[in-house]
């Protein structure tokens, strides 16, 4: 093949496959998204308004793709076409809780611009409002000597929750929220006994901690004595 020849099968490759990319971008063929959107690696929640974009031209070669827009608006007008890039990068979603959408479009070196394409997340950023911690429905006391107990919790908007007889919750496990639970006090021995719960939701929001205390007694009374009308050997009165 004469050198002439290779030069103008390459210009003719070269050219079919920007014909190709207006082709799918003019809407001629369109099976598939053209950019693939992730934010935060497709998490539903976030409760950062700073999050995590990653794009990716799914129908065209990267190598034709010149720049990108990312924008809050369907318009994109305020947004600036920036180099293409694959790598991950931070943007600011806007302010206030609820479901975000990000709009992005691609241009490749032909100056041809794609469709927009969309994805979201939801900010949430106030945590779940915790209600309610009774110990064996607000009793005063127990007995049990397995130092076993029934917890009742009410938290708004919570998926998940950590239990401690700690304060600080130190090497606490978080668990799925429920509104009962059975608990063991500590620690060891009788006295009152004070039980911690806080609460996270699915955006990860951690709730204030509540707090109750049941008073542990496993002892019975000890010198107990019966005495009738002062120790008296004898009564008329039948009910003294």
């Given at each position: 093949m004469?050198?002439?020849?290779?030069?103008?099968?390459?210009?003719?490759?070269?050219?079919?496959?920007?014909?190709?990319?207006?082709?799918?971008?003019?809407?001629?063929?369109?099976?598939?998204?053209?950019?693939?959107?992730?934010?935060n690696?497709?998490e539903?929640?976030?409760?950062?308004?700073?999050v995590?974009?990653?794009?990716?031209?799914?129908?065209?070669?990267?190598k034709?793709?010149?720049?990108?827009?990312?924008?809050?608006?369907?318009?994109?007008?305020?947004?600036?076409?920036?180099?293409?890039?694959?790598?991950p990068?931070?943007?600011?979603?806007?302010?206030g809780?609820?479901?975000?959408?990000?709009?992005?479009?691609?241009?490749?070196?032909?100056?041809?611009?794609?469709?927009t394409?969309?994805?979201?997340?939801?900010?949430?950023?106030?945590?779940?409002?915790?209600?309610?911690?009774?110990?064996?429905?607000?009793?005063?006391?127990?007995?049990?000597?397995?130092?076993?107990?029934?917890?009742?919790?009410?938290?708004?908007?919570?998926v998940?929750?950590q239990?401690?007889?700690?304060?600080?919750?130190?090497?606490?496990?978080?668990?799925?929220?429920?509104?009962?639970?059975?608990?063991?006090?500590g620690?060891?021995?009788?006295?009152?006994?004070?039980?911690?719960?806080?609460?996270?939701?699915?955006?990860?929001?951690?709730?204030?901690?509540?707090?109750?205390?049941?008073?542990?007694?496993?002892?019975?009374?000890?010198?107990?004595?019966?005495?009738?009308?002062?120790?008296?050997?004898?009564?008329?009165?039948?009910?003294?």
């Amino acid at each position: 093949m004469t050198p002439g020849m290779d030069y103008l099968l390459r210009l003719l490759t070269k050219s079919m496959v920007l014909a190709c990319a207006v082709c799918i971008w003019s809407g001629t063929v369109n099976a598939f998204p053209f950019i693939g959107i992730s934010i935060n690696n497709g998490e539903k929640y976030t409760n950062n308004k700073v999050v995590s974009i990653e794009i990716q031209s799914l129908q065209i070669d990267k190598k034709l793709i010149q720049s990108m827009q990312i924008g809050n608006s369907p318009e994109l007008d305020q947004a600036s076409w920036i180099d293409y890039s694959e790598d991950p990068m931070e943007y600011s979603i806007p302010d206030g809780d609820g479901k975000k959408i990000v709009y992005v479009r691609l241009k490749d070196k032909n100056g041809n611009i794609s469709q927009t394409e969309t994805a979201s997340i939801i900010l949430d950023s106030t945590p779940p409002l915790a209600k309610q911690l009774l110990i064996n429905d607000g009793a005063n006391y127990t007995n049990n000597k397995q130092m076993k107990v029934m917890l009742s919790l009410i938290a708004e908007d919570a998926v998940k929750m950590q239990i401690s007889n700690n304060p600080e919750f130190k090497e606490v496990q978080w668990e799925i929220y429920r509104p009962q639970k059975s608990w063991l006090l500590g620690p060891p021995g009788d006295g009152e006994k004070t039980v911690y719960a806080r609460f996270a939701d699915a955006a990860e929001n951690i709730s204030q901690a509540l707090q109750a205390s049941i008073i542990l007694d496993t002892d019975p009374p000890q010198n107990c004595a019966v005495i009738i009308k002062n120790d008296e050997k004898f009564t008329t009165n039948p009910t003294a």
